[in-house]
């Protein structure tokens, strides 16, 4: 099966520029996660959306970030406008189920913002 | 917070011996603990989970343990290849929520 795909794989804009990210899941996976991870930290979520309802978005700075998933399949991840402490990689992963799960998450390769 | 934890940054092992990756958490409420592996420029990787009614899991040259009284859980890899060189990260799922440790880089050395 394909896995999650994830464009770009590299972004450098300057500090105040806004910048977005797109992710297709796995097909069928009803599950979608945006992770921000900061080099020498693991992944943090950002938001989870089942189908294009938000799941949990409570560690998203909404000042500055949103996402959307319309239709329910692939997303978008919004950062407008972008300070230094964002230059991270951003992940998104998708899953068949919802919760805790022992099957794990499927991930993108990510997306690899630099922030100057 | 950080309620999953890798004290260990980076682990040096000898080809054909074991590898121990250690990782300790505080939520009791967590359902399942998980392993992903993470090679440069790639995401994450599901490799093992265990769940928190069991104290083992194997999947073949992997074995994750699970001590709940202590909060703590192990990834043993026998033999250690080369091609486990990577970063693994333990994770805690439950409660609609997977948290990360920061990851403890693995070093097989030929």
């Known amino acids: 099966e394909a896995g999650v795909a994830q464009s770009p794989r590299y972004k450098i804009i300057e500090k105040r520029q806004s910048v977005a990210f797109w992710c297709n899941p796995i097909?069928?996976?009803?599950?979608l996660y945006w992770y921000q991870q900061i080099l020498g930290q693991g992944p943090k979520l950002l938001i989870q959306f089942q189908n294009n309802g938000v799941v949990d978005d409570s560690q998203l700075p909404k000042d500055r970030f949103s996402a959307e998933r319309l239709k329910g399949v692939d997303s978008t991840l919004k950062i407008q406008p972008a300070k230094l402490e964002d230059s991270a990689v951003y992940l998104c992963?998708?899953?068949?189920?919802?919760?805790?799960?022992?099957?794990?998450?499927?991930f993108g390769s990510g997306t690899r913002l630099t922030v100057v | 917070d950080q309620q999953v934890k890798q004290n260990s940054p980076s682990l040096s092992v000898q080809e054909g011996r074991i590898s121990i990756l250690n990782c300790d958490y505080t939520?009791?409420?967590?359902?399942?603990f998980l392993w992903y592996k993470k090679y440069p420029a790639e995401g994450p990787t599901f490799l093992i989970s265990?769940?928190?009614?069991?104290d083992k899991n194997e999947d073949g040259r992997f074995t994750v343990f699970l001590n709940k009284s202590a909060k703590h859980l192990s990834l043993h890899i026998v033999p250690s290849q080369p091609g486990d060189s990577a970063v693994y990260f333990c994770a805690a799922s439950g409660n609609n929520d997977m948290r990360f440790g920061a990851g403890t880089r693995l070093t097989v050395k030929p």
């Open positions: 939520n009791s409420m967590f359902d399942y």
């Open positions: 097909s069928g996976h009803a599950t």
């Open positions: 992963a998708s899953s068949l189920d919802w919760g805790g799960t022992e099957y794990g998450y499927t």
């Open positions: 265990i769940s928190s009614i069991k």
